[in-house]
């Protein structure tokens, strides 16, 4: 497993930008798949977006294709999040998430990961 950690989160008027950052520990940070998942009050977690390898295959949930991006850095072991386009909708908690490549399950669900950061509050207002 991969200790991480996020920043970045805060509150931003509807239209902006923000960007999340999340830092690893440990020595296989490359045989990771890298995950934003978010949740909502009252809500499950959600899968947000994944980046499969450095400059490889990215997957988004249709409700943020082309406002977010996800990028990694393997060398400084990061993965950041940059949020464009901000909506009400897209408040919630953001967590970052680690799991082992090959994924043992679809790049969706959760229970492909086995290292969760502590989560950082995302808040849109209108």
């Known amino acids: 497993q991969v200790q991480l950690v996020e920043s970045g989160g805060g509150l931003v008027q509807a239209g902006g930008s923000l960007r999340l950052s999340c830092a690893a520990s440990g020595r296989t940070f490359s045989r990771y798949a890298m995950g934003w998942f978010r949740q909502a009050p009252g809500k499950e977690r959600e899968f947000v977006t994944v980046?499969?390898?450095?400059?490889?295959?990215?997957y988004y949930v249709d409700s943020v294709k082309g406002r977010f991006g996800i990028s990694r850095d393997n060398a400084k072991k990061t993965v950041d999040l940059q949020m464009n386009s901000l909506k009400p909708e897209d408040t919630a908690v953001y967590y970052c998430?680690?799991?082992?490549?090959?994924?043992?399950?679809?790049?969706?669900?959760?229970?492909?990961?086995?290292?969760w950061g502590q989560g950082t509050q995302v808040t849109v207002s209108s």
């Open positions: 980046i499969l390898s450095s400059g490889g295959q990215t």
């Open positions: 998430a680690a799991g082992p490549l090959p994924l043992v399950g679809s790049y969706y669900s959760p229970v492909s990961y086995n290292s």
